[in-house]
């Protein structure tokens, strides 16, 4: 087995695995399911709203399915003062805000103790994800990812910017002017937006991650706190639109990614600058949102996104959300994978190439390059353990042969590269620069893990990383060929490196031969291409034969390499020649059938179109049409604007056109040829063309009294033999031809006329 096709098929499950990819398309809006609420500041009206979506069924085999949730609440406050109270009660304005502050606080530390959660030390999203210690972290972390890091850090900002306010409130001791009273009532209103927006964030939300009991927020304190400044009305002007798509069913053993892709309600005014999204897809006209790769490793997964927007939410406007686009990726690949990497020396040589990741990683040549190595070190060993099972099969075939092991193996192994520095050179060039990229050109990709998922998922999405990755493993492949060569010798001795290779005089001989066998074979796709038959792919296939760089590098002395090339290309060429064998084959034992479906359709109209020809395969109707026109030339078919059409021609025209191509093939003689009582045609000379008519005239008219007393309504032919020469009459309705003949071809005459003129009425 040639290596190149081992390494080829090693990187490719390696790399892709085997993929089974779907879409699940789903018209029409999602259906709402439920809607509920909370009433923030105890006025009887909800302030804050939850809409859940049915259920959308995604892989029902694998147990996995999609549900939306939409949570609104309000992002900013709008106020008017109207009047403003002198003096201002303060301390009962305090007692309010207090009142609110505790029991906002309460809420807030009840859920950070249920979480383990050390909000000090959340300073960003890793450090945030990094504190949070409590087992109901660790499930969010594998549903959201990072962006579960986020809504932890908005927690936290959000607690810490309403203590600095609640703590400016408390403190103020006089209000003494109306712009202090404004200043005072605006910070109470900060404090119900920030709250109010805060009462939905994902800690929160029962129906995403499901982690704390919904905050006690009395925002009616904060409006009877506002209102013992001054007579004031508060309304939302902006709400914030959570929107999650929980993903249920996940986590099994098959490696399940999904490509999903979402619309908002394109009647909903969003304010451009505020969408925040968790995923990978960004469109910004029209608005489209989406997440790529997502890894279905946690038996619920919640893809988050969020914007603001001055509609407030109603029934009619959330039941206009549309079914997200869904794509999903089963790389069952990955599933053997880990069958193979279970076993300990698997997992022995997976820890030896993540130690040559790290190693090359930490050079600075970027992750694909050190992935590249990586992989280089996995792909070099499955090479030689191929190489030492090839060097059992042929020593255990040279013991039942009888044969001498070495003698035998040194000629089933193969020639020794007599170029292999010519393979270093090349494996040192690819090497250094795929270093050179990563260090310097690629994006900065962090190391992350090492798992087999990742790595694909970064491979498909990265198009130049992968190519880097993939010259590296060429590189260390060209330079693992000369360190096996080294090994052939060590084992062989001497005598291997005397063993013959190829040598000029055979490759100009094979060269010879596979001139004359491209030459044979082009005349033989132009013949056909002639006839209509569809051979780009054949032609292309000659045209790539590089006769001119195999003879450059036969005069250069590469003759191992010279050699396989020529080889490919014969192996190539001698393939093509047997599919055109077959591709023939069919066509003939398949023109009857697809003759008698042409003639068919034009029975049944006068145009027929080629696409409508559906017995006959794509690739061969126009072969086909063309051989039918051509077999039936009398018929006056042509084939214009992919559609089969009668031309149009007129009765002389046909006549002295296949007249004249009869006698051009040496059928006819003479001729006269009548219609109705009128010469069309005479090919007597002068003096003894009128006479001739006349006399045919009369022949024509005995010809059908004698016909009627036989019983028939009209001649149909008849025929005046002679010695040498014969005369045959052959009248179709709108010609009467008397043809003249040797008497030997007479047969051949009548049918050929018969095809040209009679057969098409």
């Excluded at 309504?713 to 014969?726: H, L, N, T, Y």
Aim: hydrophobic content about 40%.
């Amino acid at each position: 087995m040639k290596k190149q096709l081992i390494l080829t098929l090693f990187l490719g499950f390696l790399l892709f695995g085997c993929v089974e990819e779907r879409t699940i398309s789903v018209s029409g809006y999602e259906t709402i399911e439920s809607i509920s609420g909370m009433d923030l500041n105890a006025d009887g009206i909800n302030d804050v709203f939850s809409y859940s979506y049915r259920s959308i069924p995604i892989d029902q085999p694998a147990g996995i399915s999609m549900a939306r949730t939409v949570s609104v609440a309000p992002f900013s406050y709008t106020f008017v003062i109207s009047s403003y109270n002198d003096p201002v009660d303060l301390a009962a304005t305090k007692a309010a805000i207090q009142e609110f502050d505790s029991a906002r606080k309460l809420g807030e530390s009840t859920c950070a103790s249920r979480l383990q959660l050390s909000l000090a030390a959340c300073a960003d999203p890793p450090s945030c994800l990094q504190n949070c210690r409590s087992e109901y972290c660790t499930a969010a972390q594998k549903s959201a990812g990072d962006s579960f890091g986020r809504e932890l850090l908005d927690f936290k900002d959000k607690g810490a910017e309403m203590d600095r306010i609640t703590a400016e409130l408390l403190a103020t001791q006089t209000l003494p002017s109306q712009a202090d009273k404004e200043q005072y009532i605006r910070k109470i209103v900060r404090l119900m937006a920030i709250s109010s927006d805060l009462s939905y964030n994902n800690v929160f939300n029962s129906r995403t991650y499901n982690l704390c009991a919904p905050l006690d927020l009395r925002l009616n304190k904060l409006q009877e706190a506002a209102g013992k400044v001054g007579t004031v009305q508060i309304s939302a002007d902006r709400y914030r639109y959570r929107v999650a798509e929980v993903v249920a069913g996940g986590g099994g053993d098959e490696h399940i990614f999904l490509f999903v892709q979402d619309t908002p309600p394109i009647i909903l005014n969003i304010d451009e600058l505020s969408v925040d999204i968790d995923g990978t897809i960004y469109q910004r006209i029209p608005l489209q949102l989406g997440w790529e790769n997502v890894d279905l490793n946690a038996q619920r997964k919640a893809l988050t996104y969020d914007f603001t927007s001055p509609d407030k939410p109603d029934e009619n406007l959330m039941s206009r959300w549309s079914n997200p686009s869904v794509n999903e990726r089963n790389v069952k690949f990955l599933g053997i994978f880990d069958a193979i990497t279970s076993n300990p020396i698997a997992s022995i040589l997976l820890g030896i190439s993540k130690s040559v990741f790290m190693f090359f990683y930490s050079l600075g040549v970027g992750y694909y390059a050190a992935l590249g190595a990586a992989a280089s070190f996995l792909a070099c060993v499955a090479l030689f353990v191929v190489f030492l099972l090839t060097m059992l099969y042929y020593t255990l075939r040279a013991y039942i042969d009888r044969k001498v092991i070495v003698e035998y193996l040194t000629e089933e192994m193969g020639p020794p590269l007599t170029d292999w520095k010519n393979y270093i050179g090349m494996g040192i060039i690819l090497i250094s620069l795929c270093m050179i990229l990563g260090a310097l050109y690629l994006r900065p990709v962090e190391m992350g893990t090492l798992d087999l998922a990742t790595i694909q998922i970064r491979l498909t999405s990265d198009i130049l990383g992968s190519i880097t990755a993939l010259m590296f493993v060429f590189g260390a492949y060209t330079i693992y060929l000369v360190a096996e060569d080294r090994l052939k010798g060590l084992i062989f001795g001497e005598t291997y490196y005397h063993a013959k290779g190829a040598t000029k005089e055979e490759n100009l001989n094979a060269i010879s031969k596979l001139k004359v066998l491209t030459g044979n074979l082009k005349s033989r796709v132009e013949t056909l291409s002639r006839v209509g038959m569809d051979v780009k792919e054949e032609y292309a296939t000659l045209i790539s034969v590089p006769t001119d760089r195999l003879e450059q590098l036969i005069d250069m002395g590469k003759q191992n390499t010279a050699r396989s090339l020529i080889d490919f290309h014969m192996e190539k060429i001698e393939a093509m020649d047997k599919g055109l064998e077959q591709k023939v084959r069919i066509m003939e034992e398949s023109w009857p059938v697809w003759n008698s479906e042409i003639e068919k359709a034009l029975d049944q109209s006068e145009e027929v179109t080629v696409e409508t020809l559906v017995s006959i395969p794509m690739q061969w109707r126009e072969w086909a049409v063309s051989k039918f026109i051509s077999e039936h030339r009398g018929r006056a078919l042509v084939l214009e604007e992919n559609r089969i059409k009668r031309r149009k021609v007129s009765i002389e025209n046909m006549v002295s056109t296949s007249l004249a191509e009869i006698k051009r093939a040496g059928l006819v003689e003479g001729s006269i040829i009548m219609q109705g009582n009128k010469p069309l045609s005479n090919t007597f000379s002068k003096g003894n063309a009128t006479v001739g008519s006349v006399l045919f005239l009369k022949l024509i008219g005995y010809s059908k009294a004698i016909s009627k007393k036989f019983g028939e309504e009209e001649m149909k032919r008849f025929v005046i033999m002679g010695r040498k020469s014969a005369a045959v009459c052959l009248p179709d309705g709108g010609t009467t031809p008397l043809l003249f003949t040797e008497r030997t071809r007479l047969k051949e005459l009548m049918e050929e006329w018969k095809r040209r003129i009679t057969e098409p009425g």
